[in-house]
Each structure stands twice: as C-alpha cells, then as structure tokens.
C-alpha cells in the first residue's frame, strides 16, 4: 500500500504532511510513503531526518494578475499528464494534497486516474489550491468552523485540526532548554516569522530589546530570523545584555515551543495549530502581503476567542502596540494563563492521529493499532456533509 502527499514549497504545507505521513507509519511501518514537492532548497530542513522519498513536481504556480493566472491554466494540462506518469510509476493508493500550487497538478492526475483523495486545509480562508480542487476530494480536513462554512457545497468537510509533529507534542520544559543551552526556570519569548523569516516582525522584535532591557527583569528570547536577516538581527541583540539564542532557522522547533512562555509569530496556519495545540499565549504578527489576506483571517479566529493579540505590522503605532501586548503579557499571569487556556480550547492535538486513522481505513485497513487510539482528550470531530 502507498500513499502519496502532494504539496509544499514552505513549511507551513510541508510540515502537516510530515506530522500525518509520520502518524500513518505509527499505524503500519510497512506502508510506503512518498512526497510530491516543489524541490525548493527551502523544503530541505523540513525533511532532514526524516528518510521520506521525494518526487519533484513542475508545477505551474499564478501570481495575482490576470496574465499570470492564465498562463498558470494554460500549462496546467501538461503538468497533469507528467504528473499521471508520476502516479502510475508510484501507484499510490491514496493521494493527501497538502495545499499550495505544487498540489494542483497531482490532485488532478489522481481524480483523473480514479485515485481517492484527501485534501488538508490549514487557514480559515480556503486557499486557491482546496478552492480549485475541492470537488475532487473525498474529504477536506479543517482547522476552523469559518472555512468549512466557506467550502459548503463544495466536498464534504471536517473540522478535526491540522497534523502538528509528535515532537512538538512530546516534548518537555527542562529538557527542550537544555537543547537550547537555556535556563528552564527564567521566563522566555519565541519570535519566529516562520522558516524563512520575516523582516517585518524582526524589526519590531528589535524595537523592543531596549525596552524590555529596562523595564523587566531576567528574560530569555529565542528568535528565528531567517537567512537574509540573521546578521542585523543579531548584532540587534549582542548589543543588549539580554540572554538570547538568534538563529537562522531553529530546528528543533519543538524545543523552542515548549520553552516559550510567550511566542511572537506570524500568523500562518501550521504555527497557529502549534500554538494552540500547547496552549501558548501569544502575539500574531499577519503578513501584510498575501494575495488573499489569510493570514490576518487565520490571527481573528484566535483573536475572536480571546485567544491571542493582533498587531499589524504596517499600523503606524505597532511597535507601541506590540510592547503593550507583550508587557501584559509579562506583568499580568492571570492575563498570559488565560490567553493560553483559551488558545488551548483550539487545539486539536490529537488530529495527526484522527486523520491518520482516516485515511488508513480508506486503504481497506479494518484494524488499527491501540497505540493510535485517541486519548480521552481526542477532540471531537465536527463533520459537515456536502449540502
């Protein structure tokens, strides 16, 4: 039996497929998993240790102009038959688009060779890809209420969260600030603009250290800056007597996780479910620049809830406001130990495990393994029919 994910590009498609490639092998270690992916060096990290074959995929990708998105369509057809070659060299028995442009091409090959599917659907907006091929999917899993309500009609959807790694589940206060050479017991800030950085939220993230140097006490800060902006930032934090660790990319992600008191993140959708699935408080910082808007839209949902601050970037008086959040934060427990609770209420971290399961019934599997079993903590599964 084989399975194939389809998608990636960024971590925030790959890492979900990793997260539920790695829950199905908890279920049989004999099933043969293989990635469809765009190829780009910035997949590599994602992947490193993990030992998964990788098929790179051609695949057309649109930008926001009429010109760009027809020349997308255009190429599509011949992306579709390298892609047919693909699956019928693999012959897989499932096919779980992981989202983004790299998805679009396999999908199709695979509803036009009769293979099932499974779509994943991090953000509250539906993303172009889960938009164009949802008819073709036997089922789209979800992380919010709002984007199933988007999808109605369109396939038959559930709300049962988004795949987050066991590591990042599993792991420990004391042990993940010995990996970071940290102090367990100080309190400590991750700011992450995700794997490949975020100039925006490393300069607000600047902005603060004088700031938080005077007015606080002792504070750890585990920051991820990226590639292009990893020397400004940290000759940023070498000016200040601040305990820090500044890294271009952070791996593992889940020691920083579950060292952070508080996380100042951008709010795309697989760090949103981390967030939540631990329970942290935290202050979404949305890129300004997608095509759609997702990101801010991904941020409301916690915002909503009572779950998270909102800053945006481009607001004339962020760096003010992402102090005052912060500040709270630090000054007022009762404040930080709710936004978590309520961040948690969100959570769904059993959802490698529920998705897994589903999908590996779909293979003809009739048992699963106890292991996989959820907890008495399992969410509960919200789904919603084609209307």
Do not use: W
Request: hydrophobic share 40%; glycine share 8%; with cysteine.
């Amino acid at each position: 039996m084989r399975i194939m994910f389809a998608g990636g590009g960024t971590g925030g498609h790959i890492t979900p497929g990793i997260a539920l490639a790695e829950a199905i092998l908890r279920l049989d270690s004999d099933l043969g998993l293989c990635f469809a992916v765009t190829g780009r060096k910035a997949e590599d990290p994602f992947f490193k240790g993990t030992g998964f074959r990788r098929e790179v995929v051609d695949a057309p990708k649109s930008g926001s102009s009429l010109f760009s998105k027809g020349l997308a369509y255009l190429r599509l057809p011949k992306a579709r038959a390298r892609c047919r070659e693909m699956l019928a060299k693999i012959r897989p028995d499932v096919v779980v688009g992981l989202g983004g442009y790299a998805s679009v091409p396999v999908v199709m090959a695979a509803h036009s060779m009769k293979i099932p599917i499974y779509l994943l659907e991090q953000n509250a907006l539906p993303g172009r890809a889960t938009r164009f091929l949802a008819k073709k999917a036997r089922e789209i899993f979800c992380q919010f209420d709002c984007t199933v309500r988007q999808l109605k009609g369109r396939a038959k959807t559930c709300v049962i969260g988004t795949p987050v790694r066991s590591d990042v589940l599993d792991s420990d206060r004391h042990a993940a600030a010995m990996t970071l050479k940290l102090d367990p017991n100080v309190r400590t800030i991750l700011i992450t603009g995700g794997s490949q950085g975020a100039r925006g939220v490393n300069d607000l993230a600047i902005s603060l250290l004088p700031r938080l140097q005077r007015d606080y006490g002792l504070l750890q800060i585990v920051h991820q800056t990226g590639d292009e902006d990893y020397e400004r930032v940290a000759a940023a934090y070498a000016e200040s007597r601040i305990e820090s660790r500044v890294m271009r990319f952070v791996n593992p992600m889940s020691a920083a996780l579950h060292v952070a008191d508080i996380v100042i993140a951008r709010a795309g959708a697989t760090g949103i479910a981390e967030i939540t699935a631990l329970g942290l408080p935290s202050i979404l910082v949305p890129y300004p620049h997608s095509l759609d808007g997702e990101q801010r839209k991904n941020a409301l949902q916690l915002v909503d809830n009572n779950a998270a601050y909102l800053v945006e970037e481009n607001a004339p008086n962020a760096k003010e406001e992402i102090y005052q959040a912060l500040g709270t934060l630090l000054d007022d427990a009762d404040r930080a130990r709710e936004i978590g609770a309520n961040a948690a209420k969100m959570g769904f971290p059993g959802a490698a495990d529920d998705i897994a399961a589903i999908v590996f019934h779909s293979l003809g599997k009739e048992k699963v393994k106890k292991s996989a079993e959820s907890s008495d903590e399992k969410p509960e599964r919200k789904p919603v029919g084609v209307a």
